[in-house]
């Protein structure tokens, strides 16, 4: 059976599987994050960008590994448990690798009797299992169902639709090189391998753009510079869209969103978000275990079960060589289209004072505590926040609701605990 790393590697890199990113993506931007914008502001209430973020990448996630629309961007920001599980159990695996090597055998001990964290993982382990196995089971009769229809010639259009997710995929391409009518089933991929596979994709790309990405808007919040050029670049790529069509098709659908050329096509975008990468790698450390006696590049000799971590920082922070991250493509798709549609609608975050954030311990370079903000609509896009911070620097507030605004600012970094509730809006324009 060929490795998963390489059919997965080769999945990737098909237009299909590219085309079908993309129109996740923009189905999750369009239809759920930007509604989120507009509502945040319209109620004048505070979100955590960074869980906003983290929806949407297990959205994205969850749609392109296996299919299932998990809907943890819903607007009313459901609990989702597979979402839920899956996050606790990642924590208490995470735990689990910091204690000392020889607690193991203890808390393995203890789990036996149904005590302790590791008997907690075993069973949210069985919860997530048991998803996986589900919609195992359910995408197998699907696929066998549609192979009749193809077979019967009778293609219901049920049926007629395509599979574009990696898990189909994977089921397809493993059918594929046996031979459909082949009964060599010790080669077929099992349930378990491919429930492995699914679950590794959602643990590699869940939070790794969304972390990335709550870093990136708290940087931008200080470098309005940045994001006024970013705006150009944005609006330059629409432009020469519209140019580039008939009159008859500029209607509302055709100008939304992003084509995959046209986010290439966004380099200055691209360069911010790696050079945020560089500052805030989201995968900051890699751990492997030897499998045999090695040595490293400098001499150094590691034993067999020895674990080597490496800091993943510079510009490594996809990794590099055979094990570079596969998803590194889709990473960069995701996170340029939710940037450049928001900084193309009229929607601004509008962070809440807080001290410096903190990293959190855990796989990914998560903000501790999230990252707290309201939304602002601007009737210009871009613009008002680099007038408003350069009149700011200068000193020269124009109205009163600025200086209120400014006023307000000051006294919540005074007190650091800002109440739960209340906006800077509410606060300023009240
Ligand atoms: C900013 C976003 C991302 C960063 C910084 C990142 C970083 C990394 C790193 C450092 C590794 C290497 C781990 C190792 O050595 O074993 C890796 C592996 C991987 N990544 Fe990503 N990743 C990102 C997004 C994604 C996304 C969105 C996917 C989506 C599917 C993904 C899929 C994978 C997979 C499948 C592997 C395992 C490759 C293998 O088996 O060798 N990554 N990633």
């Known amino acids: 059976m060929e490795s998963q790393r390489k059919v997965a590697s080769y999945e990737f890199s098909t237009k299909a599987v590219r085309d079908f990113i993309i129109e996740l993506v923009q189905r999750e931007t369009h239809n759920r994050f930007l509604p989120l914008l507009a509502k945040v502001h319209s109620e004048g209430s505070v979100v955590d960008i960074q869980d906003l973020l983290l929806r949407f990448g297990f959205d994205n996630i969850c749609l392109l590994g296996f299919g299932v629309d998990m809907g943890c961007l819903e607007s009313s920001l459901p609990e989702i448990e597979f979402a839920h599980t899956f996050d606790e ?244 798709t995701q996170m340029k289209y939710l940037v450049a549609s928001i900084l193309s609608s009229p929607y601004r975050f509008q962070l809440l004072p807080q001290p410096s954030p903190k990293f959190e311990i855990s796989l990914t370079l998560k903000m501790k505590g999230g990252l707290m903000s309201t939304v602002r609509k601007d009737s210009c896009p871009g613009f008002d926040k680099v007038l408003r911070t350069s009149m700011r620097l200068n000193g020269e507030m124009a109205g009163p609701e600025e200086l209120g605004l400014i006023a307000s600012l000051k006294q919540k970094r005074a007190h650091p605990s800002w109440p739960g509730q209340e906006t800077v809006e509410s606060v300023t324009m009240g």
């Open 89 to 332: 159990a990642t924590r208490l695996t995470l735990k689990r690798f910091l204690w000392p090597i020889y607690v193991l055998p203890f808390l393995d001990f203890l789990a036996r009797f149904g005590i302790g964290t590791n008997s907690k993982l075993r069973n949210m382990v069985k919860v997530v299992d048991r998803f996986a196995q589900s919609v195992i089971e359910k995408r197998r009769q699907e696929l066998k169902l549609r192979t009749a229809h193809e077979e019967s010639g009778e293609l219901a259009s049920k049926f007629s639709r395509g599979y574009s997710d990696l898990l189909s995929r994977f089921i397809q391409h493993d059918e594929e090189t046996r031979g459909r009518n082949s009964v060599n089933a010790a080669a077929a991929m099992s349930d378990k391998y491919l429930r492995d596979i699914m679950l590794n994709f959602v643990l590699a790309g869940r939070d790794t753009s969304s972390v990335a990405l709550t870093w990136f808007f708290w940087l931008l919040d200080q470098h309005p510079e940045v994001e006024k050029k970013m705006v150009e670049e944005v609006r330059s790529i629409r432009k020469a869209r519209k140019a580039s069509l008939q009159e008859h098709e500029l209607s509302q659908k055709v100008v939304e969103g992003f084509t995959y050329e046209e986010l290439r096509e966004m380099h200055y975008v691209q360069a911010a978000i790696t050079e945020l990468m560089r500052l805030y790698p989201p995968v900051p450390a890699d751990t492997k275990t030897a499998i045999t006696d090695d040595y490293l590049p400098d001499g150094t000799f590691v034993q067999s079960g020895d674990r080597v971590s490496r800091i993943l920082s510079s510009t490594r922070f996809f990794q590099a060589g055979p094990r570079i991250c596969l998803g590194k493509e889709m990473a960069y």
